[in-house]
């Protein structure tokens, strides 16, 4: 059922594009089905589920690189599953609502399906690499989700930034993982879970972990890596109020959660969670009041809860779990309804801007009514299940497992944040539904169609409802995922009103209070300076780097790959000796014996020598042609050392190509200026002759070691030996050729015969901005140029055309 | 080694020094023909000592290279020389 | 053009230096392909069997003799020549007053000219330089000029008149 | 125009003894120095020299081949022997001889074959490419482009 | 030594003896005209010798001796007319030969465009 | 004689590659050009040793190539690489003028139009 | 004795050059050409089962017993290449019939692409080092016949340092097996194999292997040897570059593979730290030139270069599964590469230009090439399921189990900003709106899309089926390493050493 679930959605993923030939509402009902279903399907566990049972499913994929497809579910999953399908059944009718009429919408489900469906696979997975792939593709489809209207350049910009941060964050969770699977020995992640004690000992704990945290931390938008989650929404609000309040963004905080067991506890985890959800949680708090933009506003709100989540996760204590479990739920209900109720505002008023809007609780009363309420529940007032969550976060806060000293600070950010909560939450409601009317608004702003309220009334009737009567059934359905967090008995008992005066329910009174009283304050706090550093901006920090990388790439590039073949060749000959030379010289030369010049007759010395001498005269040669001839001497002498050595068909081939070959030269570039300019400085010879003498030293020793140092005895004495009475040749060089190694000799005429090919058509074929006279026409000569007849034959023919194969005919 | 053949060997020395001299002018130039004169020479140096080569070493196989040495000096010097004028600027 | 071909039979069998009967037929069968192959560099009329087996000359013993007097006498002349060469080039002091003549031409058939020219070149003191595209002066320079007059009469004499006998 | 009479009339010489060399260096390469390439580009050469000689309009007229054409069938029928020992199941190229040696030539076998494609291919090859890089100027004169005097070495 | 090697060493001296001139000439000679006369005829003797050197050698064989023969004649054949392109060459590409060449009667004979001789 | 022929090879290696790394076109394949004898004479090298006057033809006495002949597989290899590398040299040759021709200019570093930036 | 080895290399050559020959009738020669393409496609397919069940395929050519003769030899890794160059040209092929002009056509374009398929289709069925040499000319020569074909100025002057550079390489090669040949006295890499393994110590065998280190690098185009690339590979025809692009600089790997995994076996291991560093270097350079690029074909160019690098890692990090992840890297690059060239060219080839900043709009014009585009440059980033993923997390893993903190962590880094790179087509090419109304412009037909979408459903094919895929790749990578059977194979069971030069064994 796990994996049918999963599969399923993404099979499903294409009806999606049903919508592109229905654009209306009616399509989201009738789509909205496939979530439903699934959500029915899980809500069917639950009392096995709650029972303590947990379902498990694993089918093999590439089991050599320990990727498997298995599923479990327990409680922490259960929770996920009915969060992802059951507000994606909300989403999903709402979208329809909200793009009515957009030929995209199609598109649009179809990204959302696929997001569901990888959601889904990511809480559900049992192994690493399963739950990775999954937390890729929910990244993938984000990304198409925000950059949904890609015509803009802040979408585009929005989406990309999303990409990169959560797959930057991606492949450190990769390796780490890995490095956690090595250490626990299993990539399943319950026996990972189990290998706990071990793996907190082993050494790679440290790395696995700190990458894991890059992971969960970029995808869960904490500090400093937040600065993503504000420009996502730049997506249609429908994905913004799935994805990035209810869902996608909690996947860091579920891996947290997930690896809780197993990995929590020590120094590392404590500090570097605690320290990154309290900056996050007050960072967002804090900034959420500063903006104008309600999305924005309830993006940073977002972010302000997910630190505080991270915050619950590391900071230990017996409380924490259940507070954590209870946020995740609340959080989910109450901004899942505020986004959907912020795209209904704009949908309908034109704007989202808080200072162009106003006073719509008479216009959109539905709407108005159910953001209040959803809202208070965010500011935790009582008898809202905001309430009770943030209630556990005190209980959590007062009582948690950090040092002495610690504890404290962690205490007062946690009520400064619950403060600041209240804060915004108001500055919300008043800017949006109360005063006069908004400026910047569309002229008739009218109530959003009651499909798009489904989502938000639905979730608003849970904050309000399960505070009254149904937090035992809630904190039934929580346990088991506190179960999945804290494995040693932790109870979650959620309740309205507290037997006792205790300390939380002080602390969270004061927050109120203190947050009702600063109300009066909301212009002067919004127009405060900002409490971070002007350049300590995610933003800005980004754009920076981007454009930094691409200038310092671009410069960079400029430098290395500069359009000179001279400089490549540098590059390719220092390579060669960079690699050559250290062994050469360290064991190339290994008992070698000086040689015995003895032998040396002079004619060959003579001959030998003059090849040194042509090379220099082609060196210093100053025109074309003076070069051209001295290094054919070059040549030439080669093969004169051929013949006194043996080889009289090397020393005939090579003079026979020596010559075609400087005939050929000759034919192409006699005509061009003849003599040589002097296009380089001293210094840069001097720098050459350095480097190609270097490498010319380096070959001579080369050659001279190996001739030296020839340690087997040669192949090619059976060659000598059988050329007659197998090969029937007594050129056993040619038999070698054609018949022991003809194979080559094959490969070697097909290279001149597509070298044939590659210069015809380089030469014959012309772009058309050339004067083009393609093809084997024989060529009309100018008369200047060539003779086309001898002389004694008088007459001149008609031109023939030279194509005429005889061949063919 | 015979008298024959240290005679022989005399000769080709003499033979190489030659061609030291066709080298000289080879490089000396001034002019592109004068090079080819040298080049040709140096084709006709390179025909000589194969010659008394195989003569001292009886190694008749490699008589058989004179004749394409020889027609490949002939092609190279007459190819240079047309083409020289050619590329007269 | 069968003497060619002849000619060519025989170079087969004397480079192959097999002399058998199948030997000069393979040879003639090469010579034949070869001349085949070549024939419009010859002839400026396709190829025919007639023109293939044509002779030209009357009696092959008397050019044969011909030629070989003439071969005879260049290579006397040739060898004057290089004493001469050597003699100039060996002194201590070089002396040399070189000059360019040109010499009205008589022969006019390729050949002749050719054979003229590669004589020339051959013999003492003097190198063919070009000859004139309307094939009527021959430019020689030559090595030590005296009387450019004695030297156009001598040329024309001595050489021109055996070259003119064979080719002409 | 260039008509060197004496460059043209010993060329024109050349052409069926080079020829005939090339054929030689070919029918003995299995036993002497020699073989498909040398003899190939012997006759290449004999080709190359008519061209220098005549220049290449009058070569092409001269000799009608299409060498490209050439090149590609040599490269066949290099090929193509090879496959006897495929089609009778046992490896590519695998040498064939006659029993007898052919008087006059010597023994013939599909590696003589095999060098006979080499010596066509090689022809074909260089022929053809001595012909397109000699017609360059003709059908593409060059655009010459002045070079300031001062950096040119005052040579030639 | 056989009176076999004994004229085969003399034949080759002379050879070696002209080709040395030719070299020599190469080196000493004023301008490139007189040096062509050096390489052209010297070094044309001188290759002769040498293989007429060889060919007296090996006289027992006749193949050997026909090659010689053939490689002299083509000797003969090509160097005057490689001396002859040398030359020519030369004169068009515009190698000045030395000062006191008179007459020069090929002086202004070529056209300039055509390279047409007259 | 190897250490002479090697230290050959190491010239027509350093002055091949000092070549290459000239501007000029010509000089580039002259370079190339060098560098290929630099790499057969080094092959040649590689043979079972430098012997004079003993090429690797079968005696016909003896019906086998004599076992202290030069090295014939060595041969056919250089062979091998010699016409490949005419082959490929022919082809910059021909590459190295149409460029030259359509730059109009043969100077290399003034080819460097599919590199900007 | 496995003949019909030779008919991948035979039927391609013989097509090729009677394609040649009637080179005028346009609708024979791409008869021919598909034809010959689809003949070595289903022989590679078979070869791959064949070997898989009874592994590897040896025989002789023209029969002379190895190390005499010349072998041929077919493991996994061979049967892969030849399977994939196979695909690839066919999927060019049928590209070029929407893309290439018929001028080109003439001018020996569909031989060419033939002959390259031969020379590709040798180098990796042959067992002989210098055969190889030659293997690695043809198809080089092809290549400079295929990049200069149309002779635009970019071309010659992009096609003369990718000419010489890889000219240089050769001469490496060559060079390289001269001096083993000199050192150990045979070509077969068998026997190369059997004696070198007798050489423990570092030895002048080392510094032999730097030559091929180099030639082989160069033709890969590992750092700091590549430029040959990025300045000639955006400047041919789209076709040729989405045919190189996938397959070229593969070559080079898999002769590395190949060489240092079978023949310098001790070297490897003592090269290993460099060439780690040098993979390292390689991917961060070319992802820095990719950023820096602002044209698609440039872009993708350097993308080479980067991913170029991973091989090598897979390589340098001298285990099986490292062997194995490279594997499995290379199949999937060689595909996703090709198809995003294909794509992009697409886009290309309709808009009329590859300028990044004269682009745009193609997303809503061309949904379908949009979709290709995306799930192609996906799977090149590694995203998950598609192919990329695997042969990364194959490195990740193979790189952690030998503790090489650092090229994983470079690898995992550049896979970022490959990514960035990516989205910067994506974004400018797809999303952005249209600078100019496009309803003029040709719609991407059949022609242009079908070749990418085979390309990018092999790579998704391959992505779910990665177990069985990575199962062929550590086969393949197990055979490369495996010398004592190798030997076995191609000499018989008493080695090369006792082999006499005969016909047959
Ligand atoms: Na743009
Ligand atoms: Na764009």
Redesign the interface.
């Known amino acids: 059922m796990l994996l049918t679930s999963v599969l399923v959605t993404f099979a499903a993923a294409p009806l999606g594009l049903l919508a592109r030939y229905l654009p209306r509402p009616p399509i989201g009902w009738i789509l909205a089905l496939l979530p439903l279903a699934a959500f029915a399907a899980f809500a069917a566990q639950a009392p096995a589920i709650i029972a303590g049972e947990r379902m498990s499913q694993a089918i093999p994929w590439v089991a050599a690189m320990g990727i498997e497809l298995r599923f479990s579910l327990d409680g922490l999953s259960l929770l996920f599953t009915l969060l992802v399908s059951g507000i994606g059944t909300l989403i999903f009718i709402y979208t329809a609502y909200y793009l009515a009429g957009d030929p995209g919408m199609g598109r649009f489900y179809v990204y959302l399906t696929v997001f569901m469906g990888s959601m889904l696979g990511l809480v559900l997975a049992d192994n690493v690499l399963t739950l990775f792939i999954f937390w890729e593709l929910t990244s993938v489809s984000s990304y198409l989700l925000v950059g949904y209207k890609h015509d803009y350049a802040d979408a585009r910009r929005g989406a990309q930034m999303g990409l990169l941060v959560t797959v930057g964050g991606g492949l450190a969770l990769l390796v780490g993982l890995v490095l956690l699977s090595t250490a626990a020995g299993s990539y399943t992640i319950s026996e990972i879970i189990a290998a706990g004690e071990q793996l907190r000992a082993s050494s790679l704990y440290t790395p696995a972990l700190l990458l894991i945290f890059l992971g969960c931390f970029t995808k869960s938008a904490q500090f400093p890596f937040h600065f993503w989650l504000p420009n996502a929404m730049q997506a249609p609000t429908p994905a913004s109020a799935y994805l990035h309040s209810a869902t996608m963004v909690k996947a860091g905080v579920y891996l947290l959660a997930r690896l809780h067991p197993a990995l929590s506890e020590t120094p590392l985890w404590i500090y570097t969670l605690t320290s990154v959800g309290a900056i996050t949680m007050l960072i967002g708090a804090v900034v959420a009041n500063r903006r104008d933009d309600i999305k924005g506003l309830l993006a940073y709100s977002t972010i302000s809860k997910l630190g505080t989540m991270v915050l619950l996760a590391g900071m230990g204590g017996p409380e924490a779990p259940a507070a954590l479990v209870a946020t995740i739920l609340a959080h989910a209900l109450y901004k899942g309804a505020l986004f959907m109720l912020a795209g209904a505002v704009d949908h309908e008023a034109g704007t989202r801007s808080l200072s162009q809007l106003g006073g719509l609780r008479r216009l959109m009363p539905w709407t108005a009514a159910l953001a209040i309420l959803s809202s208070l529940s965010m500011a935790g007032v009582p008898i809202l299940f905001g309430f009770v969550a943030k209630e556990e976060q005190l209980y959590a806060a007062v009582d948690n497992g950090l040092p002495a000293g610690l504890d404290i600070v962690v205490l007062i950010a946690v009520v400064t944040s619950a403060v600041f909560g209240v804060l915004y939450a108001w500055r919300l409601v008043s800017g949006v539904f109360f005063g006069p009317l908004g400026s910047g608004m569309k002229a008739h702003v009218h109530e959003a169609p009651a499909g798009m309220l489904v989502g938000p009334a639905v979730l608003t009737t849970l904050s309000v409802i399960l505070p009254l009567g149904l937090l035992p059934a809630t904190a039934a359905l929580l346990q088991p995922a506190v179960n999945a967090i804290a494995d040693d008995g932790v109870k979650i008992s959620l309740y309205l009103i507290p037997s006792e005066l205790s300390l939380p329910l002080i602390l969270s009174m004061t927050a109120l209070l203190i947050g009702a009283v600063l109300t009066r304050f909301e212009p002067q706090i919004a127009a405060a300076p900002s409490p971070l550093p002007l350049w300590f901006n995610g933003d800005r920090i980004y754009d920076a780097a981007i454009n930094g990388m691409l200038q310092g790439a671009t410069s960079f590039t400029r430098t290395l790959q500069n359009g000179k073949l001279r400089s490549y060749m540098t590059w390719a000959v220092l390579a060669l000796v960079a690699v050559v030379m250290p062994p050469l010289v360290l064991f190339g030369f290994n008992g070698l014996v000086l040689p015995n010049l003895a032998g040396v007759g002079p004619f060959e010395l003579v001959s030998a020598l003059l090849i040194p001498v042509g090379v220099l005269a082609t060196l210093r040669a100053r025109s074309r042609l003076g070069a051209i001839i001295a290094s054919s001497i070059v040549g030439a002498m080669i093969a004169f050392l051929f013949v006194i050595y043996s080889a009289p068909d090397l020393a005939l081939t090579q003079l026979l190509i020596e010559t075609l070959a400087t005939v050929f030269l000759m034919l192409l570039f006699a005509v061009l200026p003849v003599g040589f300019e002097r296009l380089t400085s001293d210094s840069e010879r001097a720098r050459d002759g350095l480097i190609a003498g270097l490498a010319g030293l380096m070959m001579a020793g080369v050659a001279f070691a190996a001739a030296s140092n020839m340690q087997f005895a040669s192949i090619s004495q059976a060659f000598r030996a059988e050329s007659r009475s197998q090969g029937f040749g007594d050129n056993v060089v040619n038999v070698i050729l054609v018949d022991f190694r003809g194979f080559d000799t094959m490969g070697e005429i097909v290279v001149l015969f597509i070298a044939l090919l590659g210069i015809y058509a380089m030469l014959r074929l012309r772009p058309s901005v050339e004067p083009t006279r393609d093809d084997e026409e024989a060529p009309t000569p100018p008369a200047s140029l060539d003779g086309a007849t001898p002389p004694e034959h008088g007459q001149q023919e008609q031109q023939e055309t030279a194509s005429e194969p005889w061949l063919k005919a | 080694m015979s008298a024959f053949q240290s005679g022989m060997a005399i000769l080709m020395l003499v033979m190489s020094l030659s061609l030291g001299a066709a080298v000289w002018r080879l490089l000396r130039g001034p002019s592109i023909p004068d090079r080819v004169v040298a080049f040709d020479l140096i084709i006709i140096h390179l025909v000589g000592l194969i010659t008394m080569f195989v003569v001292t070493t009886g190694e008749l196989v490699l008589l058989d290279t004179l004749i394409v040495i020889s027609v490949l000096g002939f092609l190279g010097t007459v190819a240079i020389a047309r083409l020289i004028e050619e590329g007269r600027s | 053009m069968i003497w060619l071909n002849l000619l060519l039979a025989l170079t087969w069998v004397m480079i192959t230096g097999a002399s058998g009967i199948v030997d000069w037929i393979i040879g003639l069968v090469f010579g034949f392909v070869i001349l085949w192959l070549s024939w419009r560099s010859f002839f400026d009329e396709p190829f025919t069997l007639r023109r293939y087996l044509q002779l030209r000359t009357r009696n092959p013993l008397l050019t044969i003799w011909r030629w070989l007097r003439f071969i005879g006498f260049g290579f006397v002349e040739i060898v004057k020549s290089n004493i001469a060469m050597a003699r100039a080039v060996l002194a201590p002091k070089l002396q040399i007053k070189p000059g360019i003549v040109a010499i009205p031409l008589d022969v006019q058939s390729d050949a002749g000219i050719t054979t003229l020219a590669n004589l020339i070149t051959l013999t003492p003191g003097t190198v063919t330089l070009d000859v004139s595209s309307d094939r009527k002066t021959l430019y020689i320079h030559t090595f030590s000029v005296g009387d450019p007059e004695q030297l156009r009469r001598r040329t024309k004499a001595e050489f021109e008149r055996r070259v003119l006998e064979l080719l002409p | ?10 060329a ?2 050349m ?7 090339s ?3 070919l ?12 003899g190939g ?2 006759a ?2 004999a080709f ?3 061209i ?7 070569v ?7 060498f ?9 029928f ?3 022997w ?2 006897i ?2 089609v009778t ?7 064939f ?1 006659l029993k007898e040696p052919i ?3 010597g ?1 013939l ?1 599909t ?2 074959l ?2 006979i ?2 010596y066509l ?2 022809i ?3 022929t ?18 002045p ?1 300031s005097a001062d ?6 | 030594m056989t009176p076999l090697e004994i004229l085969t060493l003399l034949i080759t001296l002379v050879g070696v003896f002209f080709i040395v001139v030719s070299s020599i000439g190469l080196v000493r000679l004023p301008d490139l005209y007189t040096r062509v006369h050096a390489g052209g005829k010297s070094g044309t003797l001188g290759i002769i010798g040498v293989l007429l050197g060889a060919g007296i050698f090996f006289i027992s064989d006749l193949r050997i001796v026909f090659k010689m023969l053939l490689l002299i004649a083509f000797f003969f054949i090509t160097a005057p007319v490689a001396a002859h392109m040398l030359d020519r060459a030369a004169f068009l590409t515009g190698v000045k030969p030395m000062e006191d060449t008179t007459p020069n009667e090929l002086a202004g004979r070529y056209d300039p465009e055509t390279r047409q001789l007259s | 004689m190897t250490l002479i022929l090697s230290l050959v090879v190491g010239t027509l290696f350093a002055g091949g590659i000092y070549l290459m790394l000239r501007r000029s076109v010509v000089k580039l394949i002259l370079g190339l050009v060098l560098l290929s004898h630099g790499a057969n004479l080094l092959l040649f090298l590689m043979g079972d040793g430098l012997i004079k006057a003993r090429p690797p033809f079968v005696k016909p006495e003896a019906g086998v190539a004599p076992p202290d002949s030069a090295d014939p597989l060595i041969q056919a290899l250089i062979l091998t690489a010699i016409v490949i590398s005419f082959g490929l040299l022919t082809f910059v040759m021909a590459l190295a003028y149409r460029a030259d021709q359509a730059v109009e200019s043969d100077d290399l570093d003034a080819m460097t139009s599919t590199d900007r930036l | 004795m496995a003949h019909h080895l030779f008919l991948p290399l035979i039927v391609p050559l013989l097509s090729a050059s009677v394609a040649t020959i009637i080179v005028r009738q346009h609708g024979w020669v791409r008869v021919i050409a598909v034809a010959a393409t689809l003949f070595n496609l289903g022989y590679g397919a078979w070869l791959l089962v064949t070997i898989a069940a009874t592994g590897r395929q040896v025989t002789q050519a023209a029969g002379w017993s190895a190390p005499f003769g010349i072998t041929l030899v077919a493991d996994g890794l061979s049967a892969i290449m030849l399977v994939l160059t196979a695909l690839l040209t066919l999927v060019t092929i049928g590209y070029s019939f929407a893309t290439v002009d018929a001028r080109q056509e003439r001018f020996y374009y569909y031989p060419l692409l033939l002959l390259l398929l031969f020379g590709c289709s040798g180098a990796f069925l042959t067992g002989d080092l210098f055969n190889l040499y030659v293997w690695f000319e043809i198809l080089l020569v092809a290549s400079f016949g295929l990049i200069t074909l149309g002779g635009s100025r970019g071309q010659l002057e992009g096609g003369l340092k990718y000419v010489v550079l890889n000219l240089f390489g050769s001469i490496c090669f060559l060079v390289g097996a001269g001096l083993l040949y000199g050192v150990a006295g045979t070509l077969n890499m068998a026997h190369l194999a059997e004696r070198l393994s007798t050489i423990q110590d570092a030895s002048l065998v080392t510094a032999v292997a730097g030559f091929f280190l180099v030639a082989f690098g160069s033709k890969a185009g590992l750092a700091p040897l590549f430029f040959w690339l990025p300045t000639s590979y955006h400047t041919p025809n789209i076709a040729v570059t989405a045919l190189f692009g996938g397959l070229l600089t593969k070559v080079g790997i898999y002769a590395l593979y190949r060489v240092f995994g079978t023949v310098f076996q001790s070297e490897l291991a003592r090269l290993a730290p460099l060439i780690l560093v040098v993979a390292g270097v390689t991917m961060v350079v070319g992802v820095i030139g990719a950023m820096a690029q602002v044209n698609v074909r440039r872009i993708l160019a350097f993308h080479i270069v980067s991913q170029v690098g991973y091989m090598a890692m897979g390589l340098g990090l001298v285990s099986v599964a490292g062997m194995t992840a490279g594997i499995l890297f290379m199949a999937h690059n060689i595909v996703v590469k090709t198809a995003l060239f294909l794509i992009g060219g697409a886009a290309e080839h309709l808009t009329g230009t590859g300028e990044l900043k004269q682009m745009g709009g193609m997303a809503r014009r061309e949904p379908m090439l949009a979709l290709l585009w995306l799930l192609a440059s996906f799977a090149l980033v590694g995203v998950p399921p598609l192919t990329g993923f695997f042969g990364k997390l194959g490195l990740i893993q193979a790189g952690l189990a030998q503790e090489q903190w650092l090229i994983v962590g470079v690898a995992a880094t550049v896979s970022l900003f490959t990514l960035f790179s990516m989205l910067k087509i994506w974004n400018e090419v797809f999303w952005k709106k249209a600078y100019s109304d496009l309803s003029a412009m040709p719609r991407a037909g059949v022609g242009l899309l079908a070749p990418a979408a085979v390309l990018v459903a092999v790579s998704i094919a391959m992505g779910i089926g990665a177990a069985p895929t990575l199962e062929y790749s550590a086969l393949a990578a197990e055979q490369v390493f495996d010398t004592a059977s190798l030997v076995r194979d191609v000499c018989g069971p008493n080695g090369c050493e006792a082999v006499e030069l005969a016909v047959g064994h």
């Open positions: 125009m260039y008509d060197s009479i004496i460059l043209r009339t010993v024109r010489l052409l069926p003894i080079l020829l005939l060399l054929l030689f260096m029918v003995r390469g299995h036993n002497l120095p020699g073989g498909g390439f040398i580009l012997l290449a050469s190359i020299l008519q220098i000689a005549y220049g290449p309009v009058h092409r007229r001269i000799i009608p081949v299409n490209l054409g050439l090149a590609a069938v040599g490269v066949i290099a090929a193509v090879g496959l020992g495929l199941g046992q490896a590519y190229m695998l040498a001889w008087p006059g030539i023994k076998g590696p003589v095999f060098d494609g080499v291919t090689v074909g090859v260089t053809q490419l001595a012909l397109v890089l000699a017609e360059e100027p003709i059908l593409y004169p060059l655009r010459r482009r070079v950096r040119v070495a005052p040579e030639a």
